[in-house]
């Protein structure tokens, strides 16, 4: 297993289209984080699932976004009626948690989303 | 007032140098703290963690934790051009609920 891989790398919609991303964590790793990141800032926290379950969610996180990892592997991100302040990096991190691992985060590689 | 403070730079420094950078946080139920490199237009990469009070090295990287002051810095001896890039500092808080904060992080240039 090379990593944390995301899916599609680049991303260009119109206003009000929906998209969805799509990663695939390391393999044994058992939390997903999705983050955003916007130009000078660093990453935004969106929701993260431990297994299966989503423990939390952003307050930044509108209704029109939608996040699942349905079988405790890869996760989608999903966001309805898209925005141009949407329009940002879009990256996935997994770790592994558990007795005797301190956490630690490994990202992948981004989707990079541009709503005009 | 941030959670997590970092001077957005740029910092500059010569090519062997020693670069300094710093970060703050402000939750002081914060136990595990990491620094990450990351290019233009990457995604950011782990370069170093600490949880305990004191130094920790890893090759040309030193990490420093002060939990009293609220603090934490890398160094990076002997920079390289190739070490430009912007370093996030990011503080995990493990009282339940969201874990990790990020600042906004530090641009260094290094000239060679």
């Known amino acids: 297993d090379t990593g944390v891989s995301q899916d599609p790398r680049h991303k260009i919609t119109k206003r009000g289209q929906n998209v969805t991303f799509r990663c695939d964590p390391i393999?044994?790793?058992?939390?997903l984080y999705w983050y955003r990141q916007t130009l000078g800032q660093g990453p935004e926290f969106l929701t993260y699932?431990?297994?299966?379950?989503?423990?939390?969610k952003s307050r930044l996180l509108s209704d029109r976004f939608s996040a699942e990892r349905p079988k405790g592997s890869f996760s989608t991100l999903e966001i309805q009626r898209t925005e141009q302040g949407d329009s940002a990096m879009y990256l996935c991190?997994?770790?592994?948690?558990?007795?005797?691992?301190?956490?630690?985060?490994?990202f992948g590689p981004g989707t990079r989303l541009l709503v005009l | 007032q941030k959670e997590v403070e970092q001077n957005s730079g740029p910092l500059s420094v010569p090519e062997g140098a020693i670069a300094s950078l710093n970060c703050t946080y402000s939750?002081?139920?914060?136990?595990?703290f990491f620094w990450y490199r990351q290019y233009s237009g990457k995604s950011p990469e782990l370069i170093m963690f600490?949880?305990?009070?004191g130094d920790k090295e890893d090759g040309r990287f030193t990490a420093q934790l002060n939990k009293a002051s609220q603090y934490v810095s890398l160094l990076i001896r002997d920079s390289q051009p190739s070490d430009s890039a912007t370093y996030l500092c990011?503080?995990?808080?493990?009282?339940?609920?969201?874990?990790?904060?990020f600042g906004a992080g530090t641009r260094l240039f290094v000239k060679a």
């Open positions: 991190a997994s770790s592994l948690v558990g007795l005797g691992h301190q956490e630690t985060q490994y």
């Open positions: 393999s044994e790793h058992n939390r």
């Open positions: 699932f431990q297994n299966e379950a989503q423990l939390e």
């Open positions: 939750d002081r139920g914060s136990q595990s």
């Open positions: 600490i949880y305990s009070n």
């Open positions: 990011a503080v995990n808080r493990d009282t339940g609920g969201f874990k990790t904060i």
